[in-house]
């Protein structure tokens, strides 16, 4: 058994990652925004040295992407120094650490999916922050620092577009979604359990892709979410980008290649069809 620590542990994924570690019978300290803020050296500190974890998950981030256009020195603080003070007191005492990053990170503009070495190009605050982050995890753990690249997550904790779709799916008779935005589906639970089977493994340290298989737009995906309800598909129309303008541009392609599993002898995710049907009786009445 493993003494784990995770931090954000009131949102979306750090709320799965507990459930899993329970079940899985292993010792967890999950910290919420409200025990720990990640800015705080002395307090990260502190967390760290009394909890005496062997793995540290960093779920902590400022996710408000469109926010962060106008506030990137604010969510720089706790993307970039936050991820580098967890990754110090890390350091310090001896843990590994898992830092959890994003999609966003890539320009968004290519024609396959990315590898886990492809050079970073972020087009928003957002990506540059949490560049700033990966990049001070790998530098102050090059041997015990682990980046987990994920995106397009769903899940049963917090606001999502599977769960807002299905809500719609009983208020309108019919809604529009964007059609030229490509990527990766993905259940936190799923996210949660390659996490485990990470910091189980005897891997290398680096980068991993955490993503579902296959890839679709956000219009397939709610279409695939009406069939799943029993509704009609042809409700869900069509649009482009430019329907819905916002502060920070999304990109246009987000699929991830998942390569880096092999080397710890991992399966990743399967497709996000079956992994969406699969959590369908979770959240589909929630």
Not at 1 to 29: K, Y
Not at 103 to 114: K, L
Not at 196 to 206: C, F, H, K, V, Y
Request: hydrophobic content about 45%.
């Amino acid at each position: 058994m493993s003494q784990w620590l995770v931090t954000g542990a009131g949102g979306m994924l750090g709320q799965d990652l507990i459930t899993r570690l329970d079940r899985a019978s292993e010792a967890v300290v999950g910290l919420t925004r409200r025990d720990l803020d990640i800015t705080d050296a002395a307090a990260v500190t502190a967390a760290v040295r009394d909890c005496r974890p062997d793995v540290v998950v960093n779920c902590a981030a400022w996710t408000a992407v469109d926010d962060a256009e106008a506030h990137e020195e604010e969510a720089l603080l706790v993307n970039g120094l936050g991820a580098r003070l967890v990754a110090t007191a890390c350091a310090a005492n001896g843990a590994r650490l898992i830092h959890l990053s994003t999609d966003y990170v890539f320009a968004g503009d290519a024609g396959q999916p990315y590898a886990e070495n492809d050079a970073p190009g972020p087009r928003t605050a957002y990506g540059r922050t949490k560049l700033a982050g990966e990049r001070a995890v790998l530098e102050l753990l090059p041997r015990s620092g682990y980046v987990v690249r994920t995106a397009w997550l769903y899940g049963a904790q917090g606001p999502n577009f599977v769960r807002t779709m299905i809500r719609l799916a009983r208020e309108r008779e019919n809604i529009t979604v964007v059609d030229d935005q490509r990527g990766q589906p993905t259940w936190t639970v799923d996210v949660a359990d390659q996490v485990i089977a990470l910091a189980r493994a005897s891997a290398e340290a680096g980068v991993y892709h955490a993503t579902s298989g296959g890839e679709t737009t956000w219009f397939g995906l709610a279409c695939e979410i009406f069939r799943l309800l029993g509704a009609d598909p042809a409700r869900v129309r069509p649009v482009t980008s430019s329907a819905y303008p916002r502060p920070a541009p999304r990109p246009a392609y987000s699929v991830l290649g998942h390569r880096a599993w092999a080397g710890a002898d991992i399966k990743p995710i399967s497709g996000w069809q079956v992994r969406l049907q699969r959590a369908f009786s979770v959240f589909a009445t929630a």
